[in-house]
T-cell receptor
Framework: NAGVTQTPKFQVLKTGQSMTLQCAQDMNHEYMSWYRQDPGMGLRLIHYSVGAGITDQGEVPNGYNVSRSTTEDFPLRLLSAAPSQTSVYFC??????????????FGEGSRLTVL | KNQVEQSPQSLIILEGKNCTLQCNYTVSPFSNLRWYKQDTGRGPVSLTIMTFSENTKSNGRYTATLDADTKQSSLHITASQLSDSASYICVVSPLFEGYSSASKIIFGSGTRLSIRP
C-alpha cells in the first residue's frame, strides 16, 4: 500500500518558470490538500479538495493552481515561480475532510528551490 | 485568532531520559488535538488523537495529556531512543459547521527533539 506519493522529491527552478508537483493517493480518500512548510512556521494550507471536481483556496493560495479530475490525483501547479516559493511542499489526504477532520496522511514532501 | 504554540522550540536530551513537550492553543470551539511526529526529510505521521473529553492517551512510550479548561496539551516521551529524534507537531482541529473541516486544521511550528547517545 503506497499511501500518498509525491513527485518530484527535489526540484530547482529559475524565477518565472512553471512546473507541476504531482500527488497521488491509493486510499480512496475524499479529502486532499497541499501544504508548504517553511523554517520556524507551521504547515500552511495552499489549496484543498473535498472530492473530484471540487477545490478551494487555503491560507496561502497566491501563485498556485490546482485541479482534481480524479479521486486519486491532486496536482499543484506553480504558474510563474518566485524565490518566495522556495519551500518544502507536502500533499496530504484524509478519509474524512468533511464534517469531522480525520487523520491526515502525508506524502514524503517535495523540496523546491527557486533561484 | 486561532493559534497553536509549542514549547520548547528545540530540545536535546540523552538517550534513555524522559522529556515533555508542551502545546498551548487558543482554538475555540475545539474538536480534537493530534500529535504528529516528523522525521527529517519525511512527512508527518500521526501519533495520538484526543477529543475534548479525553485527558490521557498513550501510544507505546508516548503519552499525550489534554487539559481542555486551560487549553494545554503535553506529549511525554519515556525512556527516549535515538529513533525519537524528530520534530513533534501539535495539530488542533476546530469544531467547524461545514463540509471542509480538515481545511480549518491549525498546526503548531513544532518542537525539534534531538536524542544524544
Amino acid at each position: 500500500n503506497a499511501g500518498v506519493t509525491q513527485t518530484p522529491k527535489f526540484q530547482v527552478l529559475k524565477t518565472g518558470q512553471s512546473m507541476t508537483l504531482q500527488c497521488a493517493q491509493d486510499m480512496n480518500h475524499e479529502y486532499m490538500s497541499w501544504y508548504r512548510q517553511d523554517p520556524g512556521m507551521g504547515l500552511r494550507l495552499i489549496h484543498y479538495s473535498v472530492g473530484a471536481g471540487i477545490t478551494d483556496q487555503g491560507e496561502v493560495p497566491n501563485g498556485y493552481n490546482v485541479s482534481r479530475s480524479t479521486t486519486e490525483d491532486f496536482p499543484l501547479r506553480l504558474l510563474s515561480a518566485a524565490p518566495s516559493q522556495t519551500s518544502v511542499y507536502f500533499c496530504a489526504s484524509s478519509y474524512s475532510g468533511g464534517w469531522t477532520a480525520g487523520e491526515l496522511f502525508f506524502g514524503e514532501g517535495s523540496r523546491l528551490t527557486v533561484l | 485568532k486561532n493559534q497553536v504554540e509549542q514549547s520548547p522550540q528545540s530540545l536535546i536530551i540523552l538517550e534513555g531520559k524522559n522529556c515533555t513537550l508542551q502545546c498551548n492553543y487558543t482554538v475555540s470551539p475545539f474538536s480534537n488535538l493530534r500529535w504528529y511526529k516528523q522525521d527529517t526529510g519525511r512527512g508527518p505521521v500521526s501519533l495520538t488523537i484526543m477529543t475534548f473529553s479525553e485527558n490521557t492517551k498513550s501510544n507505546g512510550r508516548y503519552t499525550a495529556t489534554l487539559d481542555a479548561d486551560t487549553k494545554q496539551s503535553s506529549l511525554h516521551i519515556t525512556a527516549s531512543q535515538l529513533s525519537d529524534s524528530a520534530s513533534y507537531i501539535c495539530v488542533v482541529s476546530p469544531l467547524f459547521e461545514g463540509y471542509s473541516s480538515a481545511s480549518k486544521i491549525i498546526f503548531g511550528s513544532g518542537t525539534r527533539l534531538s536524542i544524544r547517545p
